[in-house]
Each structure stands twice: as C-alpha cells, then as structure tokens.
C-alpha cells in the first residue's frame, strides 16, 4: 500500500538552530515528491518537486533531498518565520498523491 | 491576482442539513480538487476533476457530490450533513503542464465546518 510518513510529528527549535524533517515512502512507481508549507488558517503553499534519486533543491534557508525510500527538509539557520507545518506528499505512477500528515516546526528567537 | 477563492470560509450547520462548497479559479486550469484536512490525518482527497463537465471520485467520496460546469469553479455540495464531515476543506488547482506532472498545487484558503 503507498504510504507517507513524516517525522518527526513536531520540532522546536532555537533562531539559528539547523536541522531536518524526514519524509519517508513506499510508493509504486514514484512520479515525484513534494513539499509544502502550511501557516495556521491558511492553505498549502508549494515549495519544491523532485523527481530522481540524488535530485535536490533549494530556496532560501530550505534544502530538499531526495533518496529512493526518503527525502529530507534541511533548514539551516531558521528564523521565527521559517514556523510552519511542513507537508510531503509523494505521487504514485497511478497520478495519485498521498499526503503526509506534517511536521509542525516552530522557531523560537 | 486571485488564486484559487473558496467560499464561505466558515459554516455551521446542523445534522441533515444540505449545503455547497464554491471554489472559483482564475488561472485556466485544467485539474480541480476537494480535500478534506482532519488533525492528525494527512489531506484527504474528496473528488476531483480534470477538465470541464468531469469529475470522479477520490480516496473519501462518501456523503459529497461535485460538479464542474464552468472550467473555473468546481462545487463541493454536502446533500445531507453529519457530524463526521466537520473538518476543514481545501480546494486546489492544477494546470495541465506538458506531459509531466509537476504536482504543483494551488490551493484555497480553506472553507472550516462545522456540523453539530
């Protein structure tokens, strides 16, 4: 069954303090994976797709990863701003697209 | 610059009641969806369309019907409302980009409601 599991479920963090989320998936036949941000009373917002193994992006303090089971969210340097939840979602070659549950991040300063 | 407008963006009804979900999108997309978020569950996938006058059914269908007559707007209705669709709804939209998927949503700010 494709599934998407996020963790860890919440992170606290100090203004500065790098670190990562994890996504991890078992998918048939993976199209691609993406991440999104979520402020509180708001909609996902779109970051980054990857596609391949070895694949990464980049925007800001925001760093994404890709291996064949997993992908990674490296924040560097996070500010207040950077507090959101994370989301992952992955897309089977079916065309559909499973949703992780989140990472909620906060950054305090 | 719009995006994708849900409306209303909060709504309380009672068991058994009837109402629809409005999402209008001003970037000639192609694929629409309803998504429903839950605490501790990932988005789940209502209905969805990929073009005008389609729809099919997603991961949760039961209790909701959809129509797209217009490529712009794609209505959720709840015909008959029970305390388990109390959740917050997403609309999202997609353009149709070549013959790759770049999954890129757009999505609303989200219709929260409540049935009692």
């Known amino acids: 069954e494709d599934q998407v599991t996020q963790s860890p479920e919440a992170l606290r963090l100090q203004e500065g303090e790098s670190s990562s989320l994890n996504c991890s998936y078992t998918?048939?036949?993976?199209?691609?994976l993406f991440w999104y941000r979520q402020d509180p009373g708001k909609g996902p917002e779109f970051l980054f797709t990857?596609?391949?193994a070895g694949e990464e992006k980049e925007k800001e303090r925001l760093k994404a990863t890709l291996t064949k089971k997993e992908s990674f969210l490296h924040i560097t340097a996070p500010k207040p701003e950077d507090s959101a939840t994370y989301l992952c979602?992955?897309?089977?070659?079916?065309?559909?697209?499973?949703f992780g549950t989140g990472t909620r991040l906060q950054v305090f300063p | 610059n719009a995006g994708v407008t849900q409306t209303p963006k909060f709504r309380v009804l009672k068991t058994g009641q009837s109402m629809t979900l409005l999402c209008a999108q001003d970037?000639?997309?192609?694929?629409m969806y309803w998504y429903r978020q839950d605490p501790g569950m990932g988005l789940r996938l209502i209905h969805y369309?990929?073009?005008?006058?389609?729809?099919a059914k997603g991961e949760v269908p039961d209790g909701y019907n959809v129509s797209r007559l217009k490529k712009q707007n794609f209505l959720l209705g709840l015909e008959s409302a029970a305390p388990s669709q109390t959740s917050v709804y997403f609309c999202?939209?997609?353009?149709?980009?070549?013959?790759?998927?770049?999954?890129?949503?757009?999505f609303g700010e989200g219709s929260r409601l409540t049935v009692l």
């Open positions: 990857l596609y391949s």
């Open positions: 998918v048939s036949g993976l199209r691609g």
């Open positions: 999202a939209s997609r353009t149709l980009a070549g013959g790759k998927n770049t999954g890129e949503l757009f």
């Open positions: 979602a992955v897309q089977a070659a079916t065309d559909k697209l499973i």
């Open positions: 369309s990929v073009g005008e006058g389609t729809t």
């Open positions: 970037m000639n997309h192609e694929y």
